[in-house]
């Protein structure tokens, strides 16, 4: 007797076995041994996916039950016995060979023809599952059509959220993926380390970072500035603070990063002056005292025969009355007849000898000995071989020898025009 049952695995057996099953072993007892060879009937349920086939059996073999049953099996279908036992009330599963995806651990893809459960279809494609290597459908259910079954990485994970350490599994493909399937969710300027984006790897420890920004005001001073001033009221040389430095004040908004509870970090959002700086100035005396010499002689002719432009004046100390700058130091003496200098003048008192990288060429001067002796308005026209020596300023040119030798070497001022 065949019975589909749908929905359950074992029903209750009708009344009408019960009934066939007792008139049989009266039979059985009143015939004698004519009966003995027909066998014990037994029940096997037989599952084809959600649909149950009941049939009773005396039958040996479990693919003669099944046909008993009236189902029919291709070449690729299969049997799984494991629950069947002859003679006993057992069970067969039927396995149609299907169409199937499989994926592996790698990403590589195949479509697969199969019968069978997905862990004999695992070891068919000699994989071997372990703690770090898992199946994404359960490894005891039957293969069906366009079951799609992946081999996934199971990574051991640390995850550190909210003063928790939590030891996980996760076949997730990346952080992301592990904190929604943790329901960890990351709010507002939450941040989560390594980045949400990163693929997951054995060991990998991951922080949850809980952010949140506070802003302060402060109120800080502004230091003055110092400015420099010059006045020809002071002499040189000499300084005098002529405004004092006052510092303002201003209010700075703050931002701290607070991480976990700890402030990370704080920059500054922005700065707005509440009382401005006073500057504090120093005035630089720019007055310089002329230099005269000692004495000068009294209706002393200049020895230069450069006659002194009428843009200058000399005054009565034998100075000039405006000279941009001063050089004191020693001055030779030399006569050189029919000479040229050496930016092409003639030679002549008044074109003196000078060094170039000191006192550039064309630069007007007036020359007077500390000791009073004028030599007078004088241009640098001309170098000579003191030059480098270190030991004269300028050699100032002669009309003759005597002069120079009367001359000789004396400490001068130069006054720079």
Known sequence: MITEIRGYA??????????????????????????????????????????????????????????????QLCEQDKLILSDFTVGEDSRIIVCRASHVRFVDAEGNVSDLIFA????????????????????SVNVKAVVTDDLK??????????????????LVKSTAANVGELLTEQEIILDGDDEVSPSAD??????????????EYVFRD???SVRYSS???????????????????????KTVTYRDKVVNGTVK??????????????????????????????????NAKPISELALPSKYSIGENGAPTSYKSTITG???????????????????????????????????????????????????????????????????????TSQCYQWGSRDVIIYIL
């Open 218 to 220: 402060v109120e800080e």
């Open 116 to 135: 069978g459960t997905v862990s004999e279809l695992i070891a068919e494609q000699g994989i071997v599952l372990n703690d770090h290597l898992v199946s």
């Open 265 to 298: 970090s704080t920059t500054v959002e922005k700065e707005v002056v509440t009382k401005q700086p006073v500057d504090e100035i120093t005035t630089v005396g720019t007055y310089v005292k002329p230099v005269v010499p000692a004495r000068i002689q009294k």
């Open 330 to 400: 020693k001055a030779a003496a030399y006569c050189v007849p029919g000479g040229t200098t050496a930016t092409g003048k003639p030679v002549k008192p008044g074109y003196i000898a000078v060094d170039p990288d000191q006192i550039p060429y064309g630069t007007e001067m007036w020359i007077v000995s500390t000791d009073g002796i004028v030599y007078g308005y004088a241009i640098a026209a001309d170098t000579g071989g003191f030059v480098g020596k270190g030991k004269f300023t300028v050699d100032l040119y002669m009309n003759s």
């Open 10 to 71: 074992k029903a209750v057996r009708v009344s009408l076995m019960r009934v066939t099953a007792v008139i049989l072993v009266l039979a059985v007892l009143c015939a004698g041994t004519a009966f003995a060879a027909t066998g014990d009937l037994y029940v096997v349920d037989i599952y084809e996916g959600p649909q149950v086939t009941r049939v009773e059996t005396t039958e040996k073999d479990a693919y003669a039950v099944v046909r008993e049953a009236g189902i």
């Open 149 to 166: 079954v992946e081999i996934l990485n199971s990574y051991d994970l640390t995850i550190n959220v909210d003063g928790e350490k939590r």
């Open 198 to 211: 990163t693929p997951l790897s054995n060991n990998l420890v991951i922080d949850v970072l809980r952010v």
């Open 227 to 249: 400015k420099t001033s010059y006045s020809s009221a002071l002499e040189k040389g000499t300084t005098k603070i002529t405004q004092k430095g006052v510092n303002g004040t």
